[in-house]
């Protein structure tokens, strides 16, 4: 096949490859989520559909998509239905900036190599910001339209929450770029190759514990996950924002939820925990599996903290956002800004 | 060829959804057509190599500051915004102030279309440039901030400091009442 044509059918692969990757992301995630709540509960969780309820989020999805589709009398028709489709487009999109691999020719197939990852764009990290803030709209728009009180506070809060937590994660991701001295992830990546000291992987995990911390509560709060899962916060609120939605329209929510913590995940893999690079298996082509072990790493954890961590007050979750989470990352960006001025003269 | 079709299509969905956020009786849609206004207008930046203006346009605009004001139509949950009682009656019978309103959106038509037709020659100008790679067009972008509008840069960011100061102040007026 001639080079050209051959590129093009691989980038499609890449692409579509992406996009089932982040589907099965968030069926696997369910399951995950529901065994280890299990486990750390002293149970089974799911168990009877397939060898050791692995096809559970299979029977979970048909569940729902044969659900009655209801639609409260006096929802606001047009944006009743465009909520959940802007929240989980955000979700999706987002992700189409993010690289999860080194540049492969595939064993020498092409000439030239490809990029692991949907679109190389300069300003990834920019890209991946301003979609995922995209997303605050689909919960809002829920909350609003669907005229109720409960989805209508569970609306509010989620606009209140991500704008608070918005700038402390923006003031992390500045620390990194500094750093890294680019806007594109791949070049953050890239400048976390090698070691210090032949032994210490030159991740910006070590030299950014604070901004990596900050930045992984702050995308706890962005994505609405427990203990800062106000907009949903059943004991409260029924369901928050999604109280009056059933059958697709409803899955369509958590399949976003999930979607955003894989893509915060990966984000964060990518700043701080040095993306593909690692020792032996990215020697072999094979960088892409230590992206997806970390990933995944940062993923249980998400789940973990769910799990054993009780719900904040709303209150107390303004009072951490804005005293204390947001001086922390100014605080960081500035040493890292003193810290680089040292260093480079 | 295609960017001059994309070029276009962005163009009409700016236009079109701009135009359309004051047609709408409900703020809650105004507020959503602004959005894919913004959405669009930050395309035509891309159009013009500058992927920084364009993600900056999306985050500071359609990112918070609409969230900000959604926020506000929410809490004040007002579903229609009521015609006005003049709203029939003969043009030259309005108030005062939507008078003045129409004479300043005639001059700033009149103004737009002096700028327009002065600009059909300048924009050879800017094209013959050519394209900056990204991070140089952030750092110069920086550069000049800091340095040709440092004057301007620092007074913006005054006002906005008086804005929230002002804003703290009458919160926390009401409060002690």
């Given at each position: 096949m001639e080079q050209a044509t051959l590129r093009f059918v691989i980038q499609l692969g890449i692409i579509g490859l992406t996009f089932f990757m982040l589907i099965n992301a968030s069926a696997l995630l369910v399951l995950a989520e529901r065994k280890i709540m299990g486990f750390m509960q002293q149970r089974y969780g799911p168990?009877?559909?397939g060898p050791h309820g692995l096809l559970q989020p299979l029977a979970d999805i048909l569940k729902l998509l044969f659900k009655e589709e209801l639609r409260p009398k006096g929802a606001d028709k047009w944006l009743f239905t465009l909520a959940p489709i802007v929240s989980v487009t955000a979700a999706f999109a987002a992700?189409?900036?993010v690289p999860w691999g080194a540049e492969t020719t595939f064993f020498g197939l092409l000439d030239t190599p490809v990029k692991l990852g949907v679109a190389d764009v300069n300003v990834a990290v920019l890209v991946v910001f301003a979609i995922t803030s995209m997303g605050v709209y689909g919960i809002v728009l829920a909350g609003w339209s669907s005229n109720s009180k409960y989805s209508l506070l569970g609306g509010l809060r989620s606009s209140a929450q991500m704008i608070s937590y918005e700038l402390a994660y923006a003031t992390a991701l500045a620390s990194v770029i500094m750093l890294a001295g680019s806007l594109s992830l791949r070049s953050v990546v890239d400048a976390q190759a090698g070691y210090w000291f032949g032994?210490?992987?030159?991740?910006y995990l070590f030299l950014q514990p604070i901004g990596f911390i900050i930045y992984v509560i702050a995308g706890v709060a962005e994505t609405n996950r427990?203990?800062?899962d106000f907009p949903e916060a059943e004991q409260e609120l029924?369901?928050?924002?999604?109280?009056e939605y059933s059958s697709v329209r409803f899955a369509l929510f958590p399949q976003a939820e999930y979607i955003n913590m894989t893509t915060m995940s990966a984000v964060a893999t990518d700043l701080?925990?040095?993306?593909?690079?690692?020792?032996?298996?990215e020697r072999w082509g094979l960088g892409w599996v230590w992206f997806l072990m970390k990933v995944g790493l940062i993923l249980f954890a998400y789940i973990w903290v769910r799990w054993t961590v009780p719900r904040y007050r709303y209150d107390q979750l303004m009072q951490f956002g804005w005293k204390w989470l947001f001086p922390a990352s100014v605080l960081n960006l500035i040493a890292t800004a003193g810290f680089i001025l040292y260093f480079d003269a | 060829m295609p960017d001059t079709v994309l070029f276009y299509v962005f163009s009409a969905v700016a236009v079109g959804a701009s135009l359309l956020v004051i047609g709408q009786r409900n703020p809650m849609y105004s507020i959503m057509l602004l959005i894919a206004s913004f959405g669009a207008l930050s395309a035509l930046y891309i159009q013009l190599d500058a992927p920084f203006v364009a993600m900056a346009q999306i985050i500071v605009y359609a990112g918070a500051i609409m969230v900000l004001f959604l926020f506000v139509v929410m809490l004040l949950n007002a579903p229609h915004e009521d015609a006005a009682q003049?709203?029939?009656?003969?043009?030259?019978?309005?108030p005062g102030v939507t008078r003045f309103g129409a004479l300043l959106a005639t001059l700033l038509t009149v103004q737009l279309v002096w700028a327009l037709l002065r600009m059909s020659d300048a924009g050879a100008a800017v094209g013959a440039r050519g394209d900056v790679s990204e991070l140089t067009s952030v750092r110069s972008l920086g550069r000049v901030l800091f340095t040709d509008y440092m004057f301007a840069f620092e007074a913006t960011s005054v006002l906005i400091l008086v804005a929230m100061v002002g804003a703290v102040v009458l919160a926390a007026r009401q409060e002690q009442r």
């Open positions: 168990y009877l559909v992700f189409a900036a032994f210490i992987p030159r991740w427990a203990p800062f029924v369901a928050g924002y999604n109280t701080y925990l040095g993306g593909w690079h690692g020792p032996l298996l | 003049w709203d029939r009656a003969h043009p030259l019978r309005h």
